[in-house]
């Protein structure tokens, strides 16, 4: 299973961008994908995740109301949309996927997914 992660890119403060995760290979059930993002010398930080079941979006604070989280029609797609980006916001934003049906606060741990994308650098200059 490889999960892509695109839609990267360097944006003006204030702008927007829109990243996307596909994934591919073996099939895979899962109950529900997120994103993460890491800054350089920064712990991998939680910033939004849906579980299908129900069809619950979950955001951090950081970027509640500026993000927005979406399933795409195919299954195991997700997007991101970013706006009124910050510098803050510039890091690593990695995608994945749980295949365990977790209750709903467990989609903010990294260490409750089980497959992860490689990650999409985002850039936002002041």
């Known amino acids: 299973v490889q999960l892509q992660a695109s839609g990267g890119g360097l944006v003006q403060a204030g702008g927007s961008l829109r990243l996307s995760c596909a994934a591919s290979?073996?099939?895979?059930?899962?109950?529900?994908m997120g994103w993460f993002r890491q800054a350089p010398g920064k712990e991998r930080e939680f910033v939004a995740a849906?579980?299908?079941?129900?069809?619950?979006?979950y955001y951090a604070h950081s970027v509640k109301g500026r993000f927005i989280i979406s399933r795409g029609n195919a299954k195991n797609t997700l997007y991101l949309q970013m706006n009124s980006l910050k510098p803050e916001d510039t890091a690593v934003y990695y995608c994945?996927?749980?295949?365990?049906?977790?209750?709903?606060?467990?989609?903010?741990?990294?260490?409750?997914?089980?497959?992860w994308g490689q990650g999409t650098q985002v850039t936002v200059s002041s």
């Open positions: 994945a996927a749980v295949i365990t049906n977790y209750v709903s606060s467990a989609y903010c741990a990294p260490t409750s997914y089980d497959y």
């Open positions: 290979g073996r099939t895979f059930s899962s109950y529900g």
């Open positions: 849906v579980r299908w079941r129900g069809d619950s979006s």
